[in-house]
């Protein structure tokens, strides 16, 4: 397939345009005025169109085929709810931060409001901040959060306690923030080593992140009482909410301790992630940390009118433009209201027995290091099929080749030649089946014909790349 | 020359005050092919089992611990361009830093190669 600079004919447009009739303006300074054309592609609108359909067709999607990335919550985003959204796609941002703007935009700051009121609900938090851009985002805004909230006290606080089953952002973000990591392994059920943590809890610990359910898709039983523990030594607790599609409406961390969660409206909430499309990470916080939230703050009158409060006092202070990106807000709030009470429960629900159905289908043809009920997803190891020198990887390029995104494979790092599987509650027992049917081929490949599996992929337009070079030795141009 | 190794699979040379480190041949090996290597700056210092370097490879990035105390005195530039190197010749020319080693009692945390041979047969 030609890039759209090598389709380019000259003099070809997609408009004709008339010849001017009015006289040519010469107020323009010179340097502001262009001297040669733009390098831009020349063709007619039906080029154009016909392009981008190929490229299109060419594309992944979750709305073509099953996609079981694990700990992406690829689910299915209905196609109401960018309906939802494109019924406020035409309100500038600056709008509601101009004199005058807020009795204009009572609508948008009420969406704003009432899905933070909302995600406080599901998660049992005080407050929530929809400002964050996306999971990481959140992860440093709730850092600096806890940050400010120690400083404010006179804490003299050094350390944050982070599981290694834990998402790779979370070290990532509170040595960001200025902490240093002690990392806790796994114990043999696949939660964290309590012995471990209470060894390095001290009154230096600063906060403890945990994701939960963790990369394991394994809920840790011992939340209550690491929460508790950290509590006596003024340590916080943050939930990394990733994986929240497991639990909603079945437990909300607050209830259980935690101080600080954010979660990802990309993932749980339905609205679409991937391929660089924009994602949202709200923070919820507990009554001790609201002072400090990012600012601006969207606050509700007594007469039910929404004002935006610009204090900055203890705030942390802004984390993005505007208000975030209210695009995906407004696809989450319409998921949320969508979906109800009923339905979010029935979302986790519904998600956990896919995964768990996957488990015990397959764990006679993988290994399954921790061999438990699962939660949302489940992570197998190809360490039997290494006996053939058949590797993740191979089994990932295969499943290509018929029709399934792969799985996540080598993470979570704790398990050898891992793959993780994490269906979603969007997939009908039937594409489950199929699915399981080729993952069940696939290990009676690597026995018979591991060859195969090792050429694969062999239908897409390239066959498989070498990763090592294309890491190694990158070139990036831009034609034109 | 006395070689040691840690938990983490890293090893260390020692050769007066001055230590070698590197990742393990079993190491380079479960990463597969290395992309990166993240080099600390020349006169770094680290306290035993702290990140002194990262690597990256096709698979994954992990943090390199440091499995002893000390100052950075030099680095394997040879790896900027040719991380390669990691794979080829892990615990010869694939070597990461040295350092000027701060107390050399701390040798005591690391096992020796026979021992390290018998703790991989445990994983």
Redesign the interface.
């Known amino acids: 397939m030609k890039l759209i600079y090598e389709q380019s004919v000259p003099g070809r447009h997609g408009v004709r345009l008339p010849a001017s009739d009015v006289p040519s303006a010469t107020s323009l300074p010179a340097e502001l005025c262009r001297s040669e054309a733009a390098g831009l592609p020349e063709m007619s609108e039906l080029d154009v169109v016909r392009h981008f359909t190929r490229l299109s067709r060419r594309n992944f999607s979750v709305d073509t085929n099953f996609y079981p990335l694990g700990s992406c919550t690829m689910k299915y985003n209905s196609k109401g709810l960018e309906n939802a959204a494109g019924l406020m796609a035409d309100v500038h941002p600056m709008l509601p931060l101009l004199p005058g703007g807020e009795p204009l935009t009572q609508g948008c700051l009420a969406m704003l409001h009432d899905l933070g009121s909302s995600l406080a609900e599901i998660t049992g938090m005080d407050e929530v901040t929809t400002q964050p851009l996306a999971g990481a985002h959140g992860e440093m805004t709730g850092m600096l959060l806890i940050a400010a909230y120690h400083r404010e006290k006179g804490n003299k606080k050094k350390y944050v306690i982070v599981p290694d089953s834990s998402h790779?952002t979370n070290p990532a973000s509170a040595a960001m923030v200025g902490y240093e990591i002690i990392t806790i392994p796994t114990a043999p059920y696949g939660d964290m080593d309590m012995d471990a943590f209470k060894a390095a809890l001290s009154d230096e610990t600063a906060a403890i992140m945990m994701t939960c359910p963790n990369t394991l898709g394994l809920f840790n039983p011992h939340v209550k009482e690491i929460c508790d523990l950290a509590h006596t030594k003024d340590a916080l607790v943050y939930y990394d909410g990733a994986n929240l599609n497991a639990i909603m409406g079945k437990v909300r961390p607050g209830d259980v301790g935690f101080d600080v969660i954010h979660v990802n409206l990309h993932k749980t909430f339905g609205t679409p992630h991937g391929s660089g499309g924009p994602g949202s990470g709200p923070v919820g916080v507990k009554k001790s940390l609201i002072p400090y939230l990012p600012s601006p703050r969207i606050l509700k009158k007594d007469d039910g009118s929404f004002t935006i409060d610009r204090e900055n006092g203890r705030s942390i202070g802004r984390t993005a433009n505007f208000f975030g990106n209210f695009g995906v807000m407004a696809k989450a709030y319409a998921y949320i209201l969508q979906q109800g009470r009923e339905g979010l429960i029935r979302v986790s629900e519904q998600a956990v027995l896919n995964a768990n159905y996957i488990m015990s289908r397959l764990k006679e043809y993988y290994d399954l290091p921790y061999d438990q009920l699962c939660m949302h997803e489940c992570v197998f190891s190809a360490s039997r099929q290494l006996q053939h020198d058949v590797h993740a990887i191979d089994i990932a390029k295969y499943l290509i080749d018929q029709g399934y995104h792969p799985p996540t494979v080598?993470?979570p790092?704790i398990v050898?030649e891992a793959i993780m599987i994490e269906p979603t509650e969007t997939e009908s027992k039937a594409t489950l089946d199929a699915f399981i049917e080729v993952m069940i081929e696939a290990a009676r490949l690597a026995e018979t014909n591991p060859e195969l599996l090792k050429n694969a992929p062999v239908t897409m337009p390239i066959s498989r790349l070498d990763?090592?070079k294309a890491?190694?030795e990158q070139k990036v141009c831009c034609i034109g | 020359m006395d070689m040691y190794f840690s938990k983490d699979h890293e090893w260390v040379k020692i050769s007066g005050t001055t230590a070698t480190v590197g990742i393990s041949e079993h190491a380079a090996h479960?990463l597969g092919?290395i992309?990166?290597v993240e080099l600390p700056a020349v006169g770094k210092v680290v306290k035993q089992f702290e990140t002194v370097a990262a690597i990256?490879s096709?698979?994954?990035?992990?943090d390199i611990y440091s499995p002893l105390s000390g100052r950075v005195t030099s680095i394997n530039e040879t790896l900027e361009n040719a991380?390669?190197v990691v794979n080829e010749s892990a615990e010869e020319s694939g070597w990461i830093c040295t350092l000027e080693i701060a107390d050399p009692a701390e040798v005591a945390k690391l096992m020796s190669k026979a021992d390290y041979d018998e703790y991989l047969k445990t994983l």
């Open positions: 790779g080598y993470f790092l050898k990763e090592t890491a190694r | 479960e092919d992309t990166f990256e096709v698979k994954a990035a992990s991380p390669e």
